[in-house]
């Protein structure tokens, strides 16, 4: 049952993100499509929301996550996510788009756009999902310097800058641990290798890299097997759940489309959310309440 409303406006989720990586315990940010996904991981109560470009991608334009939606989509949807919610929102900022004046002014338009972190990664362009073939990498020297930049721009705002390797199913694990140890030296405040699809290759990643990391644990493979405790005993910082609400999500709908064509009601079909449930995740109380006090 959803029975709360949420914060409005842009939120200074920085700190409050800084905050919950110096605890003891993992930071869960399960990945989200758009606004009602954001609220709905809020409501499940986890303490952060990853924007997920590869979810961005498939819900704006119903199409892969291949590089074809640009900064302004981006930061819009990024700046969308966070008037939804009062948790931190991490998001995706793909290669920062172009070079270093583009990246200063992704960087600046994520922080007014409120997000609490954003990652940054060494593809070139155009860039595609971490988790399929045919990767191109920037060189690494290329990439630590836009990393640098992306941290200059940042300055002394809460924003946290991630360093991402996309190195390993491109060249391998150990190309992409050294490129991970470059990033973090560099100055990210945390690096993430992504790609990642065995266990073993997860741990080696938590084995020689040190530091603060995040890990993607992607629906599909392996590395579902590990809970989130054995995570954070590899020594993962943050843990990202991309896929998991967008692909149950597009099941669900296309379940229950299913039983409508086939049957022809939605009487009998999947479960949802009742009409008033509904209501209550998207507000509708609150602004019933403007109306009542403030209308005309």
Known sequence: MIDMWYGRGLVAGGTSLK???????????????????????????????????????????????????????????????????????????????????????????????????IHLEDQAMPKRCGQVSGVRLLDAETSVKHLRCALRARGTADMLIIGRTDALPAEGIAEAVRRARLYRDAGADLVFVDGVKKIQELEAVAAAVEGPKVVSIVDGNETTRLTAVDLQELGFSLAFYAVTALFTATRAVADALAHLRAVGTPAGGPPQHTYEEFSRLVGADFHKDLDDRFAG
């Open 19 to 117: 905050s919950l990586l110096e605890g003891r315990e993992i930071v869960l940010a399960p990945g989200a499509p758009d606004s009602i996904g954001a609220r709905l991981v809020e409501a499940a109560g986890f303490p952060a929301v990853y924007m997920t470009g590869f979810g961005a991608t498939a819900s704006r334009l119903g199409m892969p996550d291949i590089g074809l939606l640009s900064q302004t989509e981006m930061t819009e949807h990024a700046r969308n996510m966070t008037r939804a919610v009062s948790v931190p929102v991490i998001a995706d900022a793909d290669t920062g788009y172009g070079g270093p004046s583009n990246i200063d002014r992704t960087v600046h338009e994520f922080l007014q756009a409120g997000a609490a972190a």
